[in-house]
């Protein structure tokens, strides 16, 4: 209730521009989708300008993106180009629980979903991994974000243990 009566408030003077900063952090998903929804129709009269670190709402509400590092622009684009861009680097691979922690040394990993005996790992790379059953795969947001981030030299070290 409070962000809405905080977009209430911010809405009332009809400003072009309207800044919000991790909007939806916090509620759950009910009312994230009724948040990011409003901020869509409010996005049809003014600019908004999103702050977020959750992919979900940037799918969901975004049509143009940039992506900053230490306060500078690494890319700016609409959400189409930079998933065509992280395009033929996405790959999906079923290994062994046991090589996860090597795998996670070696790759950038973006998801994991545990299957009976194995896992489906979600990897952003340059080449195909050397990996059995690698697939090249469409990427997402999340993963085109973390090849974004790859392909400008960002310090991509992902600290997931041996878990």
């Not at 959400?79 to 290994?95: C, F, K, P």
């Not at 790992?121 to 973390?146: C, F, K, Q």
Request: charge should be negative; proline fraction near 5%.
């Amino acid at each position: 209730m409070k962000r809405r009566l905080g977009i209430a408030q911010a809405l009332i003077h009809e400003p072009q521009v309207l800044i919000v900063d991790e909007p939806t952090a916090g509620l759950d998903p009910e009312e994230r989708i009724r948040f990011r929804n409003l901020l869509s129709e409010v996005a049809q009269e003014r600019i908004v300008i999103l702050s977020t670190h959750i992919v979900g709402d940037i799918e969901a509400s975004c049509e143009n993106i940039a992506i900053m590092d230490a306060g500078k622009i690494l890319w700016k684009g609409t959400v189409t180009e930079i998933l065509d861009n992280a395009r033929g680097h996405i790959y999906t691979a079923n290994v062994e629980k046991r090589f996860l922690p090597q795998i996670k040394k070696e790759y950038i990993v973006t998801g994991m979903l545990p299957q009976a005996d194995y896992i489906t790992v979600r990897i952003v790379s340059d080449a195909e991994p050397d990996l059995p059953n690698t697939i090249l795969t469409e990427p997402d947001l999340e993963s085109a974000y973390m090849y974004c981030l790859h392909s400008h030299g960002c310090d991509m070290s992902i600290d997931g243990g041996d878990e």
